[in-house]
């Protein structure tokens, strides 16, 4: 079993910058992929970003390409979502997943992920 906490939301203003962590339990977090997923009200929840077991391989979603970055530190079992540029659009429920495995196929899914945080709150004012 794995459990992930997501930390780092907030409220901040257009043009600034937040960093979520996800702290993962289990020995094993260096084998699992990562993904974040956002959620707005009313809207379905949608793929932002994944990093794969080694951190060497990244995918953003074209929304947040150039402004968010996904890295891991797997010695502290930690995954990060530095996000920059924030605009309005981007207020959200943020989410961690873990999916087990170093297969990194249809990454923008939801359904290839073994595991889910509780989400974050991440709210951009204009």
């Known amino acids: 079993q794995v459990q992930l906490v997501e930390s780092g939301g907030g409220l901040v203003q257009a043009g600034g910058s937040l960093r979520l962590s996800c702290a993962a339990s289990g020995r094993t977090f260096s084998s699992y992929g990562m993904g974040w997923f956002r959620q707005a009200p009313g809207k379905e929840r949608e793929f932002v970003a994944f990093i794969s077991w080694s951190g060497g391989t990244t995918y953003y979603a074209d929304s947040v390409k150039g402004r968010f970055t996904s890295s891991r530190d797997n010695a502290k079992n930690t995954v990060y979502l530095e996000m920059n540029s924030l605009k309005p659009e981007d207020t959200a429920v943020y989410y961690c997943?873990?999916?087990?495995?170093?297969?990194?196929?249809?990454?923008?899914?939801?359904?290839?992920?073994?595991?889910w945080g509780q989400g974050t709150q991440v709210t951009v004012s204009s």
């Open positions: 997943a873990a999916r087990i495995g170093h297969n990194s196929g249809s990454y923008y899914s939801t359904r290839p992920y073994d595991y």
